[in-house]
């Protein structure tokens, strides 16, 4: 497939809502764990990079006080909603300016996305003060026969289809689906101090907010799922099975990774 200059997702697009609304009821929960278990926030200068809708940017706002401050940037930042305590900037981390010196630098679901993956994160911990903790976090997807669709209804098995062509798609755009495990490494190269990774991950049954955010991001790559093959009648019956609480799929593995700029 011909690589594709850009982001696969719209953040303006009419599906962004679907698509961050399944992200937050799936994820928010273990990144507000990770990050209370590396910054006490009451105070602190915290940077929320691709904030997409700011669910966490607007948590983080909430808990640092008055006397912390947050910044959240997107290339498209009109979903972060405005909040007391929180800062928003439309903001390129691969080519714009630096943002400042942070206590903690945070970015969910984009290093596994941009080709320019370690000039993102050069600059992520450049904002870091020193002792200052980064925290990134990006998927590991199954795919094909990995993703194991199981149901009764025949169409259950267009879900793994559809996953393959998905990723394909990703991939033409510049995505890495194994970045997620090798970014231990690359914190280690950066020269960050107490570098750790922490997991998780369930399976993923019809109508959970993991099959939302299939379904969410169906919308976005229909052009180029139907000009690798599947048809819309194939892609309606995805659609309604991901829906459907008879299927049950291995859901994406999520690695944590967090490392900290040496004092």
Same mark, same amino acid.
């Given at each position: 497939?011909?690589?594709?200059?850009?982001?696969?997702?719209?953040?303006?697009?009419?599906?962004?809502?679907?698509?961050?609304?399944?992200?937050?009821?799936?994820?928010?929960?273990?990144?507000? /764990? /990770?990050?209370?278990?590396?910054?006490?926030?009451?105070?602190?200068?915290? @940077?929320?990079?691709?904030?997409?809708?700011?669910?966490?940017?607007?948590?983080?706002?909430?808990?640092?006080?008055?006397?912390?401050?947050?910044?959240?940037?997107?290339?498209?930042?009109? %979903?972060?909603?405005?909040y007391p305590g929180l800062e928003v900037r439309q903001h390129d981390i691969?080519?714009?300016?630096?943002?400042?010196?942070?206590?903690?630098?945070?970015?969910?679901?984009?290093?596994?996305?941009?080709?320019?993956?370690?000039?993102?994160?050069?600059?992520?911990?450049?904002?870091?003060?020193?002792?200052?903790?980064?925290?990134?976090?990006?998927?590991?997807?199954?795919?094909?026969?990995?993703?194991?669709?199981?149901?009764?209804?025949?169409?259950?098995?267009?879900?793994?289809?559809?996953?393959?062509?998905?990723?394909?798609?990703?991939?033409?755009?510049?995505?890495?689906?194994?970045?997620?495990?090798?970014?231990?490494?690359?914190?280690?190269?950066?020269?960050?101090?107490?570098?750790r990774v922490t997991v998780h991950g369930s399976s993923w049954r019809g109508?959970?907010?993991?099959?939302? @955010?299939? %379904?969410?991001?169906?919308?976005?790559?229909?052009?180029?799922?139907?000009?690798?093959?599947?048809?819309?009648?194939?892609?309606?019956?995805?659609?309604?099975?991901?829906?459907?609480?008879?299927?049950?799929?291995?859901?994406?593995?999520?690695?944590?990774?967090?490392?900290?700029?040496?004092?």
């Open positions: 497939m011909t690589a594709v200059q850009g982001y696969a997702y719209d953040n303006q697009s009419a599906h962004a809502v679907e698509h961050h609304d399944a992200l937050a009821a799936m994820l928010d929960t273990h990144t507000r /764990r /990770r990050i209370e278990e590396l910054v006490d926030l009451p105070g602190k200068r915290c @940077l929320e990079v691709a904030a997409g809708a700011g669910s966490i940017a607007t948590w983080m706002a909430e808990r640092v006080g008055p006397q912390g401050h947050v910044l959240a940037t997107d290339l498209k930042p009109q %979903r972060i909603p405005d691969t080519s714009d300016e630096p943002l400042g010196r942070y206590d903690l630098v945070h970015a969910r679901l984009l290093l596994n996305h941009l080709p320019e993956r370690r000039t993102a994160l050069r600059n992520m911990i450049g904002a870091l003060q020193p002792g200052g903790a980064v925290l990134t976090e990006d998927f590991w997807p199954t795919v094909g026969e990995e993703l194991v669709a199981y149901g009764p209804d025949p169409a259950h098995a267009l879900v793994a289809r559809y996953q393959t062509l998905h990723l394909q798609i990703l991939a033409s755009h510049g995505n890495d689906r194994n970045w997620s495990r090798g970014a231990l490494l690359a914190f280690q190269d950066e020269g960050l101090a107490d570098v109508g959970d907010p993991g099959c939302r @955010l299939l %379904r969410a991001g169906m919308g976005q790559l229909h052009d180029q799922v139907i000009a690798l093959g599947m048809t819309d009648e194939e892609l309606e019956q995805v659609a309604e099975a991901l829906m459907d609480p008879r299927l049950i799929i291995n859901g994406y593995l999520v690695y944590l990774t967090s490392g900290r700029r040496p004092a």
